[in-house]
């Protein structure tokens, strides 16, 4: 036995409805109603097969892995770094060594603050954001400013569509800038952001660049040679994953330039008793026993999005967008969020005269989920004037059928709150 994943059929020629019944989660009653799903941006749901490779982990396999010298460690091991592989090869990294396993986006910033941060941040630097980052691409560098007596400087969004202010860039882009971290899709706007001529731009003036995949690797085919970036973080939980999974993609110079972040077993080459030699990356970023049996399941999570088509579940998600973001602009006091085209995987919004806490509680009332708050990005929902916004996003279970069902719900609310 092997928790080696099994390979996956050809699914890319299967319809969105046969998919959602690789879901198991999704086939109940909530309230008295279908469950429809529409939260998959706060976090995705996972398909039979992830679950089953974990539940067949733990049967057969676990034990720890890289210290043991028996069968079950060795399998162990083998499954753990054979999805080291499968995420070099999912986001095209030009060695296995650039990849870094992380609890999840969160602590890839954290790492990278940290880590990166502290020995390449001096007084006086200035670190680069948008006004769109989600608050784990911002408290953290918020902390390292405060440490370094460094600054942060924000690429302005211009407006509702959340569009980014490309001019202000250049005079941004200033000699004291030395990273720039930004999303790819916005967890507010969902509008993809031009992610290799950020990279480039930045690049040409010798700035670090940081991605944050968090809403885009599980939705959208992204190669981390062609957007030109020198790091990137992601949430196993958001592409079909386990929770406590995620991945810290670095160029291999940019990890080797990188000390440790957290301290402690399987990070050390060698250990006296007053100092330690590390290992080299990315054993060196991984202290203590990981998440093993999350790996395994990001492993089957990323064969699943391959196997059914990341360009597929793009143009999927950006189809339900476009329905979604059609049928709400007809409704009566409804202010969308995001752009008018170009979107993908979400659509934010505010009605005049319904809270989105007591829509979202409105919805659940008929068994569909969606998000009503600041979505972990209180500074941009201030510049925009709003206290929260109503959020549904997609993934690819999610049907026509079910935006319709959204869209019917919210015109009956809009009625009822009235
Ligand atoms: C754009 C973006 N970045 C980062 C994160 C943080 O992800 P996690 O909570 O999985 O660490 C999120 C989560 O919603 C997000 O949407």
Redesign the pocket.
Same mark, same amino acid.
């Given at each position: 036995m092997t928790s080696h994943p099994r390979p996956l059929p050809d699914l890319s020629k299967r319809d969105w409805s046969s998919l959602r019944d690789d879901f198991p989660i999704l086939n109940q009653q909530v309230k008295g109603h279908p469950l429809v799903y529409l939260d998959s =941006?706060? @976090?995705a749901q996972r398909p039979s097969h992830v679950i089953e490779a974990i539940s067949r982990y733990y049967e057969h396999d676990h034990a720890n892995v890289h210290r043991g010298t028996h069968a079950l460690s060795e399998r162990s091991t083998a499954a753990f770094e054979a999805a080291r592989d499968r995420a070099a090869a999912f986001f095209n990294a030009k060695r296995r060594e650039e990849i870094v396993f992380t609890? &999840? $986006?969160?602590? =890839?910033?954290n790492l990278l603050a940290r880590a990166w941060g502290d020995a390449h941040i001096h007084e006086g630097d200035t670190i680069l954001l948008t006004e769109m980052?989600?608050? @784990?691409?911002l408290v953290p560098w918020q902390m390292l400013a405060e440490r370094k007596k460094a600054r942060l400087a924000f690429i302005p969004v211009t407006g509702l569509d959340g569009a980014l202010d490309a001019d202000a860039l250049d005079r941004l882009l200033t000699p004291e800038v030395k990273v720039f971290s930004f999303?790819h %899709? @916005?967890?507010v706007f969902g509008c993809v952001n031009p992610v290799a001529d950020l990279c480039r731009r930045a690049r040409a003036k010798g700035i670090v660049t940081i991605v944050?995949a $968090?809403?885009s690797a599980g939705h959208l085919p992204v190669d981390v040679q062609e957007l030109g970036c020198d790091f990137l %973080?992601c @949430?196993g939980?958001?592409m079909l994953g386990p929770?406590g999974s &995620?991945v810290l993609y670095g160029r291999y110079e940019m990890l080797e330039a990188t000390p440790p972040f957290h301290g402690g077993g399987e990070m050390i080459e060698i250990v006296h008793f007053d100092r330690s030699i590390y290992r080299l990356p990315p054993g060196r970023f991984e202290a203590g026993t990981p998440s093993i049996a999350e790996a395994i399941g990001l492993h089957v999570a990323m064969d699943y999005l391959d196997a059914v088509g990341r360009e597929r579940i793009h143009k999927h998600d950006a189809e339900l967008v476009a329905l979604a973001r059609r049928g709400l602009g007809e409704l009566p006091k409804v202010t969308l969020l995001g752009p008018a085209q170009g979107g993908t995987g979400l659509v934010t919004f505010v009605i005049d005269g319904v809270p989105p806490y007591d829509l979202s509680t409105f919805l659940d009332g008929r068994g569909i989920a969606i998000r009503g708050g600041h979505?972990?990005t209180m500074p941009l929902h201030k510049k925009l004037g709003l206290n929260a916004s109503a959020r549904a996003s997609f993934h690819l279970y999610n049907t026509h059928a079910e935006v319709e069902c959204f869209l019917e719900a919210v015109e009956d609310a809009i009625r009822f709150f009235g």
């Open positions: =941006g706060a @976090s609890r &999840g $986006a969160t602590e =890839g910033f980052e989600h608050h @784990s691409n999303t %899709v @916005s967890n944050d $968090a809403q %973080v @949430s939980h958001k929770t &995620g979505h972990c």
